[in-house]
């Protein structure tokens, strides 16, 4: 093998393999193999920021692995995912191995695919390059800044506002854009205001309904009739009038499809058509992208999916349109290619959109091969890649005015049908909120000519009150953080995530909700380090890095710029008290924290002593709310508590439990959710009356609130623990549940856990591997070698305290020192368990033979007041260790 090649994950080392053939060695990298150690210091500002890198320890194997297989090999080529990250990863393992004197007389290139398919790859291979300083450079530039922002500016939170846990550059931006929502949805107060709706006949006895739009000569804005009599003086007007057709407006308009996905959008209508979270999108996408195996070939199912990019390659549009035409008709194909362009600010990172490898792979072709997750997001990218390059739709609207022959008031009535459904047929984007209440397409009118008369029937009035702006779903925040050109869709779903790790928002019916730990955060930030969580701030950084990336912007200016103001706001907060900060929290979370007085103002008066006023309170553990006739009045409150706040039912509190969830089809029971004395859990039936045997229940992972907890997933709490898949280097079974200490993974005989990122019911293998691969359990877990040809079980060789060992049920024989666990084959173990098994059995550890019968000692006894008591007991020992036939009869003395 004289080319050796890196790329990320196992999985992916596994099918690239397959693809390249015996003069490659394909290896994986298991993501990064190094990064800034967490501790000051890691970038220096005084030496141009220079940076200190630490190999990661769970890394190191892998590192070795590569530069062993590099000797005698000619040419090292990086293959990792084609993007800045992809990028930084080929970088750091180029580095790492030139330090360690690896690539003498070897030729590094750097290749990349956007797909893993046979032909992509290949393609690949034969187009090597040199790795892009400029995405290397915006790599180390963003590096550099959120470490700076984090190190620097987390620890003042600590010292100022205790109980407080991190900021980040976009992750405390986020969160103020939640916080912002809360506060404005806090001081909304609705508006009263009434619609007036009539019902006409027309002379073919069609009937149709129109609703008020003028009114005595003045056009009506949606909040003009403000209350019940000025409801009741229009139905007056309406019924006293005589009304004829006085215009009609007809004309047919066209509806173009949405361009491919990007990252963010995927995201956006995975949230709305599926409920998944971007974290989950992103895992099943990653799957899809890796692919899953066809006829003994492993196959991607999706292009790469963290990308900006909304065009298609030349060939994927012929395959799709082809498609088209033999699947629709050529109605549905227009004719030409839709070509769309790419909104991202750097081209270097918008690659093609997100699509299926082989648009003739159906969603129905697939049923079989990948789980049902996984078939409704390929089905959705899939749907939307193909209508993208479909015929318009053609809808005709229609707009009747009635109008009162004695010029009172003016009514409309509109509608609009499908004349053609073009790619409507297959798939139409969903939106964030529901239609408003003026949303009348589909709705169908009756032909009507002007200057018809038509006959009033009923008039009716309907009260209405106006809505605060909606908390932020994970698709609205997505579309918002976008919109802001904050950050990177690709970091979007880690970002989400960390807010909900660090307790600063918890997402209730798919809405986030700021914790007060997170809204005292926001106003913190905002009071004293206004312009770092500024929007337009966070937007024009993002600009310049995607001027480093285009090779337009010297990285360290961006550093030297940044720091040299940032450095400054954070050594103004030095000689800032926390009673300085309380202040100014209090005052802006007034209306927040206390209900509002008969005066409209924040009703701080205690409610257990005479003249005590409330305010936000800082102890040992945190902030709360408290009394100014401390100690004398010893009145707190918990911050969740305060006026006005309710409980998200993260917990289960404001639940009604137990609930019934549905019936598991498979045995008729009832499965329902609980809460016991430690925490929340389903349960599958009840046991049956005057029965000790508990029925089957599941704990809850901290991540998943209960109200999110429904029938398919309590279904998979129970079946808990699930199979991952095999190991692809050992073959040995991968499994995932809930035990006593939380969510872990199973290999072999080695335990995990799961890292508070990670969810139980839907970690892949791939990612599995990674983790196991970090924790050392691979090592510690064995390899199989295969199974036994006596009894069918397995053989396994494993790392012992004493040495490696082979192992067959409970017989443990260790290998000669002159062989090497990582090349003994089945055949060779089996000799050397044969040869243990004649000498006399199992042994008595992990590679270390079973001790002989250890010899019992003494029983100790208090010391007593008497000599002839001690030499009592000193002959009862003695005699028992005859007795038990122990072997030197010595008793201590």
Not at 87 to 114: C, M, P, Y
Not at 267 to 273: G, P, T
Not at 536 to 551: I, K, R, W
Not at 696 to 713: E, G, I, N, T
Request: with cysteine; aromatic share 6%; hydrophobic share 35%.
């Amino acid at each position: 093998m004289s080319k050796v090649v890196v790329v990320e994950s196992p999985a992916k080392a596994k099918t690239i393999n397959k693809y390249l053939g015996d003069d490659y060695y394909v290896l994986a990298s298991y993501g990064h193999i190094r990064d800034l150690p967490p501790k000051d210091g890691s970038v220096d500002p005084d030496q141009d920021f220079a940076m200190l890198w630490q190999i990661d320890p769970r890394a190191e194997k892998q590192v070795k692995a590569i530069a062993e297989a590099l000797k005698g090999a000619t040419q090292l080529i990086l293959a990792t995912d084609p993007d800045r990250e992809g990028e930084a990863i080929s970088w750091h393992v180029q580095k790492v191995l030139e330090e360690r004197k690896a690539l003498k007389g070897i030729d590094v290139t750097r290749v990349a695919f956007n797909e893993i398919t046979k032909s992509a790859v290949l393609d690949a291979i034969a187009k090597p390059r040199a790795l892009d300083q400029d995405l290397i450079d915006a790599y180390l530039a963003r590096r550099a800044l959120d470490y700076l922002v984090g190190f620097t500016l987390s620890p003042v939170l600590w010292r100022k506002l205790p109980g407080a846990r991190s900021a980040g550059r976009v992750q405390s931006v986020a969160l103020r854009l939640i916080s912002e929502r809360e506060a404005e949805i806090e001081r909304f107060n609705p508006q009263e205001y009434w619609s007036i709706e009539a019902d006409f006949r027309t002379q073919e006895r069609k009937s149709f309904t129109a609703r008020l739009t003028h009114l005595d000569g003045t056009k009506l804005d949606r909040l003009d009739i403000k209350n019940e009599a000025e409801a009741k003086a229009a139905v007056a007007a309406i019924e006293a009038g005589d009304f004829t057709i006085s215009e009609v407006e007809k004309k047919r308009v066209r509806r173009n499809p949405q361009p491919p996905f990007t990252t963010s959008t995927l995201q956006q209508e995975a949230s709305r058509k599926l409920g998944f979270s971007a974290t989950r999108t992103m895992q099943l996408a990653q799957r899809l992208y890796e692919g899953v195996e066809f006829d003994g070939e492993t196959v991607g199912l999706i292009t790469y999916m963290r990308t900006d990019g909304v065009q298609l390659s030349q060939e994927a549009i012929q395959s799709i349109r082809t498609a088209i035409g033999s699947t629709y008709g050529d109605r549905y194909l227009p004719n030409t290619a839709r070509v769309y362009t790419s909104r991202a600010k750097n081209a270097q990172e918008a690659h093609e959109a997100i699509r299926p490898t082989d648009v003739k792979r159906t969603p129905d072709s697939l049923k079989s091969h990948i789980d049902a997750d996984q078939l409704k997001l390929y089905t959705l990218v899939w749907k939307r890649t193909v209508a993208s390059q479909m015929a318009s739709a053609e809808l005709d609207q229609t707009a009747i005015d009635v109008l009162d022959r004695k010029g009172r008031s003016t009514l409309r009535a509109t509608g609009s049908v499908i004349a053609f459904d073009g790619f409507l047929t297959l798939y139409q984007e969903d939106r964030d909120e529901p239609a408003s209440e003026d949303d009348e397409s589909g709705k169908i009118l009756p032909p009507v000519e002007r200057g018809e008369n038509v006959a009033r029937q009923e008039t009716r009035s309907d009260q209405h009150h106006t809505q605060p702006p909606p908390r932020y779903s994970e698709a609205s925040l997505v579309k918002k953080l976008e919109e802001l050109g904050i950050g990177r869709p690709s970091t979007y779903a880690s970002i989400m995530q960390v807010l909900q790790d660090r307790q600063y928002v918890t997402l209730d019916k798919r809405r986030f909700i700021p914790e007060d730990r997170g809204r005292l955060v926001t106003t913190f930030l905002s009071s004293f380090f206004t312009r770092y969580v500024a929007y337009n701030f966070t937007a024009d950084l993002e600009t310049q890095l995607d001027d480093v990336s285009a090779g337009q912007l010297d990285w360290r200016k961006v550093l030297r710029d940044f720091w040299q103001a940032f450095k400054g706001s954070v050594d103004g907060t030095k000689d800032l008290s926390i009673t300085q900060v309380i202040e100014a929290l209090d005052q802006e979370l007034a209306t927040h924290f206390f209900a509002n007085g008969p005066d409209g103002a924040p009703d701080r008066g205690c409610p257990s002593c005479d003249g005590g006023r409330l305010s936000l309170r800082l102890g040992k553990f945190g902030a709360f709310i408290g009394c100014s006739n401390y100690p004398n009045c010893r009145f707190t409150r918990q911050l969740g508590e305060a006026a006005g706040g309710k409980s998200n039912g993260a917990d289960g509190e404001e639940m009604n439990l137990p609930k019934v969830l549905g019936t598991d089809p498979e045995t008729g029971q009832e499965v329902s959710l609980r809460k016991g004395p430690y925490g929340v859990y389903v349960q599958l039936g009840e046991p049956p009356e005057g029965s000790k045997e508990k029925p089957k229940r599941a704990s809850l992972p901290r991540q998943l609130p209960p109200a999110d907890v429904d029938l398919p997933k309590g279904l998979s709490l129970l079946s808990l623990p699930r199979p991952i898949g095999d190991h692809p280097e050992t073959g040995t079974k991968i499994e995932a549940g809930i035990g006593r200490y939380g969510p872990y993974l199973k290999y072999d005989s080695v335990y995990v856990n799961l890292p508070p990122d990670d969810t139980v019911l839907t970690i892949g293998l791939n990612h599995a591997v990674e983790l196991i691969a970090q924790k050392g359990a691979k090592k510690k877990a064995g390899r199989a070698l295969g199974d036994h040809p006596e009894d069918g079980k397995p053989v396994t060789v494993h790392a012992g305290r004493f040495g490696p060992y082979a192992q067959h049920g409970a017989l443990r024989a260790t290998l000669p020192k002159s062989e090497s666990m990582d090349d003994i084959a089945l055949e060779r173990a089996l000799e050397i368990l044969a040869a243990k098994a004649a000498k006399g059995g199992a042994t008595g550890g992990k590679g270390k033979p079973a001790k002989a019968a250890a010899k019992p000692k003494a029983a100790k006894k208090p010391a007593a007041k008497k000599t002839a008591a001690k030499k009592t007991a000193v002959k009862k020992g003695v005699a028992k260790a005859k007795a038990s036939g122990g072997g030197a009869g010595k008793a201590a003395t």
